[in-house]
């Protein structure tokens, strides 16, 4: 149950988040772009091809990280400051996911990297 859901996992947020932020980053401004999103693309426009892939795989990393932090919360593995008291329990499908989520999401981004490699 746990590596369904976090390929569904990865496949929404990590590959759709890139999807969309190479979307907002390849498009031109309008009158309608808020300021930060100008400034953003103001910079990353100054980047040559090279350095824009490597700004994606930034973001990549920072989505997966993010997930990864998230899970660990969920499975009890790190904490909230000042909320000790706070306990998470996920169940998908109703089946408890026995604190594995960081864990078996890493392990699918690793079994990704290795199949790209």
């Known amino acids: 149950m746990n590596e369904e859901f976090v390929q569904g996992v990865y496949s929404a947020i990590v590959e759709g988040g890139v999807t969309l932020y190479k979307e907002i980053f390849n498009e031109p401004d309008s009158d309608h772009t808020i300021a930060y999103w100008k400034n ?17 795989s ?3 990393q920072v989505i997966i990280d993010t997930i990864a932090n998230i899970f660990a919360v969920f499975d009890g593995i790190r904490g909230l400051e ?17 604190e594995d989520l960081s864990d ?7 079994m990704l990297e290795l199949g790209d490699s």
Do not use: H
């Open 58 to 60: 930034i973001l990549k």
């Open 82 to 98: 000042g909320s000790d008291e706070w306990l998470a329990k996920v169940y998908l499908n109703g089946i408890d996911t026995n």
């Open 104 to 110: 078996d999401f890493l392990r699918y981004v690793e």
């Open 40 to 56: 953003a693309r103001s910079l990353f426009l100054e980047f040559d091809e090279a350095q824009q892939d490597i700004f994606f």
